[in-house]
């Protein structure tokens, strides 16, 4: 069973850093993370796939970075240099096995503001 729990979330300033974390998955075919802003939809924001290639969206390119702690089962989400249109409620998604169900998390909230 994945039950997955996202932590880390907060209040920063623009310019600031936080650090997601998402546990409650065992093995991985990929890992992600996904975002929604009040009015938005869900937009993908990073993706790590289990032999360790990973992308992003554009807008977080450089600032942000996806990675596992394979021995424990945890993955991170650094941001740094944050934007107010950062400003979301952050999901970790996994998907265990290739063509398999997709699991969410409940979601942590980022707010980005001065």
């Known amino acids: 069973q994945v039950r997955l729990v996202e932590s880390g979330g907060g209040l920063v300033q623009p310019g600031g850093s936080l650090t997601l974390s998402c546990v409650g998955f065992e093995s991985i075919f990929s890992l992600g993370w996904y975002r929604q802003s009040p009015g938005t939809g869900r937009e993908y924001v990073a993706k790590?796939?289990?032999?360790?290639?990973?992308n992003y969206r554009d807008s977080v390119k450089g600032r942000f970075t996806i990675s596992i702690d394979k021995p424990n089962n945890i993955a991170y989400l650094r941001m740094n240099s944050l934007k107010p249109n950062d400003t979301g409620t952050y999901y970790c998604t996994v998907r265990p096995t290739m063509g398999g169900n997709d699991y969410w998390g409940q979601g942590t909230q980022v707010t980005v503001s001065s």
């Open positions: 790590i796939f289990h032999e360790g290639t990973t």
